[in-house]
């Protein structure tokens, strides 16, 4: 079942769209404002985010940004602003595409669908990642030539090459691994990217594709 993060600050209109997704078998959670929306999406990682641009707290495109920092997850605008400046930015930010209101539910659906159908296009392509002198495989959990990870490393690993250049933060990491009580746990991720590296970098002394940012996290560089 998809899941989809519709983010709006009007209780009608998020009422309406959890009736019509959940009636088509998609799996529904809502936000009213920004933050609550960053934070479901970090917690419950959706398949789709279906995002008001006009919210309360923080404006739906810096929602975007900050989306697009750790996740590649398709993102449908849906606003009132219909202007070619408000569409143009909300696209440059990371958004996939923009409906605006009033809006046509079949349409709206039709454009969900469409997302859809080329963000798993976009999986298929993303299964197979060249790390050095490996070549890993997201959808077998297998790495030529052979070697052996972890559950764990493969949880790790994975989060990263999905993200390919983007800094992945430690919080994120470790609640994503491990839970939210580990999230000063830091000497966990250490000692798991110290394995990784030994594993799949010629120089696990000096790394050129699995990469700390002192401080903050940890990077993917094809």
Do not use: C
Not at 12 to 31: D, G, K, T
Not at 40 to 63: C, K, N, S, T, Y
Not at 124 to 129: K, S
Not at 208 to 217: A, K, N, Q, R, S
């Amino acid at each position: 079942m998809i899941k989809i993060l519709v983010v709006d600050d009007e209780p009608q209109m998020l009422r309406a769209l959890r009736i019509n997704l959940v009636a088509r078998h998609y799996e529904v959670a809502l936000a009213a404002d920004g933050g609550a929306a960053l934070r479901v999406a970090a917690e419950w990682h959706p398949d789709l985010v279906v995002l008001d641009l006009g919210l309360p707290d923080i404006d739906g495109v810096e929602v975007i940004h900050g989306l697009r920092g750790w996740t590649n997850v398709p993102i449908v605008v849906l606003s009132g602003r219909a202007g070619s400046a408000d569409k143009i930015e909300a696209l440059d930010a990371g958004a996939d595409d923009y409906v605006t209101k009033p809006f046509g539910i079949d349409e709206f659906l039709a454009r969900i669908r469409a997302v859809s159908r080329r963000a798993t296009v976009q999986e298929a392509e993303l299964a197979r990642i060249r790390l050095g002198d490996h070549v890993v495989d997201l959808t077998t959990k297998t790495i030529s030539p052979a070697v052996r990870l972890t559950p764990t490393e493969w949880h790790i690993l994975e989060l990263l090459l999905r993200n390919p250049g983007k800094l992945i933060p430690q919080r994120y990491l470790l609640t994503e691994v491990w839970g939210s009580s580990y999230v000063k746990e830091t000497n966990y991720l250490r000692q798991y990217m110290a394995q990784l590296r030994k594993k799949l970098e010629r120089d696990p002394a000096r790394p050129v594709h699995l990469i700390t940012e002192p401080g903050m996290g940890y990077r993917f560089t094809p």
